[in-house]
């Protein structure tokens, strides 16, 4: 009988199953009740109904793979963040405000307005008719999504600095579905599933993007409006799935895994090949559209990254068993500026230098970054940082490192003493499970659903995401102001600073800039979070405190029905100056959150309510369906933060700006009383800045 099988045969039959499917059989006796939040179940047939990517570090969690499920079927959103330049977040609606507003400079950011810049989590605009998304990524210029359909659309512009592609005011914000070749049916158009054009796997580089199909063909995009060129190479073997089954052949070799678009590179890992490095490619200035395939004849094979592992050992050759033994098998890389850095299943990480022509004479084991425990390692980045995960722990590490240990192989070949491998506080035994880099800021994502964000947003850009519409809601966070850039404090990575998606919380912090209860009393205050580090610092742990757990009050915490709560990240990107991220939101519990709070203004005579423009999400509106005029004074209590509309408060309303009692013993000068900590003062680790 079925229940007598080993559970090993069992979970081989599950995969066939589509989810009704599944719960229905394993209701049906105890033995099976046992495997219904099985984890090899849950996240294929997450992966392969939503195309959503694996997540290494979480990939045997069960009960967060079921959840994901279930959510995805109404509630994937996608938010994003920073610089909005050539478009690229997918906003259109500051450019209406700045049309309202006028021209507004911000101070210490050279030729920067509020139109370009974006420092609170909007969501992208004209998603809603896209379907589920289930991946998003940040390119140089560019956001891009990838549906449940398998149809790619990109915000922006992919190549910045050519005149390949512009952003017009015609174009709108997007996101605009990347096109095929004339001979091919885009998946988007085509009434059938076709394997050839639904992409299964994509990567967004600086300049291009690279998309493996379900079929394995590869395919790159060079500019939004140009269709895609299918991407062949003259000495690798590639091999594709049948069109009629795509039922997985006996052997893997030749066989795409993996296409990741690096910062001037292409590249794929192929089974039985290893890592494959190419120049990105695009049609000739001669060259029409009908062209639908390029042919590589210059590729680098990066040494050493082809071994794959084999059911009876006793079969391979020395070489590959010492290969085997010595490097193992690649589970993951990532394409750097100058390098390729990969992690085995033995626990190992390696690195590889391009030279001239992108050539790659060897690699070298990082010693620094060993995993001698057996458990799995994983390597995320780009361009010049990323992060290894071992055992817990999340070392990020830049690009010099890199280099001093390359320059150290002939006198330092053990790489003893090389300084560059950090260990943020926030981000060690935490659950981080994935990293997203940016030029100078990156993102973490957490298992709880939760990102946090670390480093420099170069004029202000708002790419940490970290609230406000200017300078003081960001400094109240823990942003540091200086020549034009806004750097993090080194406060905020003991605990770090949470991306807030809560419209709520955005009033919130801009009350408390604002001066809250009573400016005046506040100035002297607020004056020292400008003047002093330290105090400012501190202050924006304080406000990270009490920003946090809004979900997680007992009068709303009844409409958290998976535990989730209302915003849970479910992946996270970065590039250049800007960032994304794809959101599942419980609403019914967002609007409990919302409710809880607005209370009654007896002061203010009830006017009526404003019914909600649907689709508006300028950050304008306060998110109870309530309008709000852009160009009110700004002591009018809703553009102070205080009020959602006449006649309501936020409960926020009657609180003064927090008063201090501060690590070295000083007080913050005022009238009110002092303000407690809601989690305990914390011990920061100051030196873990960056």
Known sequence: MLPDLPVDILVLIFPYLDARSFLALTSTCKAFRELRLDATYWSHVTQTTFRVPNQPVVEHDGVRWQKLYRRMLTQSHVFTWGSNAHSRLGHRQQQQIQSLLGPRRIPGRPGGFRNTQCAFPIEMENMRDLGIIADLQCGGWSTTVLNSKGTLYTAGVLDGQTMLEFTSNADGPGPHPLRFPASYHSAASAPYHEPTTEIRHFSSGRQHILGLSDSGKIWTWYAKHHPALQVKFMHVELREMSSHTLSPEPSLYGRVKKVLAGWSLSSAYIYGTGIVVWNPVRRDANEDAHVDTKLIVDTVEIPKTGYQRVKDASRESEDDAALGRDVGFVLNYVMLENYVVFVTDIGRVFCAKFGEGNRVDGVLELRALRNETGTLSDVQGSFRNFAVFKNGEVITIH?????????????????????????????????????????????????????????????????????????????????????????????????????????????????????????????????????????????????????????????????????????????VSAAGWHSSAIVLVNEALAARVRARCIVRDPNVPLEEEVEEKEGDSSGRQSGHGLTLDPISSFLDPIVHGASPQKGYKYVWADKSFPRLRLRDGREMPGEVAFDEWRFGRPEWQLSAGM
């Open 399 to 571: 690009q010099d490192y890199l280099d001093a240990c390359w320059d150290a192989q002939t006198h330092n070949p053990e790489q003893t003493g090389i300084e560059g491998l950090k260990r943020i506080p926030a981000l060690q035994q935490n659950d981080v499970i994935s990293v997203s880099f940016g030029d100078y800021h990156f993102l973490a994502l957490h298992s709880t659903g939760k990102i946090t964000s670390y480093g420099t947003e170069l004029q202000a850009c708002g790419a940490l995401g970290l609230g406000g519409d200017g300078e003081p809601e960001g400094r109240i966070r823990g942003i540091r102001y200086a020549g034009g850039e806004g750097k993090l404090l080194p406060h905020a990575y003991t605990h770090g600073r949470q991306v807030w998606f809560e419209p709520e919380k955005k009033k919130w912090i801009t009350y408390m800039t604002s001066g809250a209860k009573d400016p005046d009393e506040a100035k002297e205050r607020m004056q020292l979070a400008v003047t002093d580090r330290r105090a400012q610092g501190e202050l924006s742990e304080w406000i990270e405190q009490e920003g946090r757990d809004w979900d997680k009050d007992p009068e709303v915490r009844t409409a958290d029905d998976d535990g989730l709560g209302s915003y849970f990240a479910l992946s």
